[in-house]
């Protein structure tokens, strides 16, 4: 049972290049989120999905584009890359109901420079 | 706007002791769902308990006991006999029952347990 499955794990971007993050699950979640998490901080909610087709921003969306195109895929777009996307990503993924937690993903190191 | 707060920045426990990690919230719905997670230094986030807006009894999970307290908006993790293991960054996160479904998070607390 793969849970979230995030990739790549690492990578280092020049400043104004672009990329996708992906991400994907197989535990039939229909809610799906993408959070960064700075050095030392907290996690903070860049989109989220609530199923296929439906995709809404959430504390920290500038800079970054999502699709969800299927119920197991999740990808994060970064279009020209800044030093101040240097950060963790996570992916998570859970059921509908409100009290079930989120199943996370290893996380994306991303280096911009 | 939902918000999560926790002021402690650090934490440092003897080994054994109970420790409390404060959170706070803000949310204007009646419906809601508090949670903490444990991210260990290798950097997976890990689910430790749960506690429902409308729960009337506080959550516990083995060591781990959520101290709810509804009108003063605050959720404080409780973990008893604290072992070294325990040594962790914590965050409280909550989503809100009907207004939408984001899952926000607090900065964190940084706690370590000392031998």
């Known amino acids: 049972n793969a849970g979230v499955t995030q990739t790549p794990k690492f990578r280092i971007l020049k400043i104004g290049q672009s990329m996708t993050l992906q991400c994907a699950q197989d535990?039939?979640?229909?809610?799906m989120y993408w959070y960064r998490q700075d050095p030392g901080m907290g996690l903070k909610l860049i989109y989220y999905s609530v199923g296929a087709g439906i995709t809404d921003k959430g504390e920290v969306p500038n800079g970054y584009n999502v699709s969800r195109s299927t119920t197991e895929d999740f990808p994060l777009r970064l279009e020209l890359a800044a030093p101040s996307q240097t950060s963790v990503y996570f992916c998570?993924?859970?059921?509908?109901?409100?009290?079930?937690?989120?199943?996370f993903g290893n996380g994306t190191r991303l280096t911009v420079t | 706007a939902q918000k999560i707060t926790q002021t402690q920045p650090g934490m440092f426990v003897q080994e054994k002791e109970a420790v409390t990690l404060d959170c706070t919230y803000d949310?204007?719905?009646?419906?809601?769902?508090l949670f903490w997670y444990k991210q260990p230094s290798s950097g997976e986030m890990i689910f430790l308990i749960y506690q429902g807006s409308y729960d009337e009894q506080n959550a516990t999970e083995g060591r781990y006991s959520l101290n709810f307290q509804k009108a003063r908006k605050s959720a404080n993790l409780v973990i008893s006999a604290s072992q070294l293991g325990d040594s962790a960054m914590y965050f409280c996160a909550m989503r809100e029952g009907r207004r939408d479904d984001k899952i926000i998070f607090g900065k964190g607390t940084r706690l370590h347990i000392l031998p």
């Open positions: 998570a993924s859970s059921y509908s109901e409100l009290g079930t937690p989120l199943h």
């Open positions: 949310t204007s719905d009646q419906s809601y769902g």
């Open positions: 535990m039939n979640h229909n809610y």
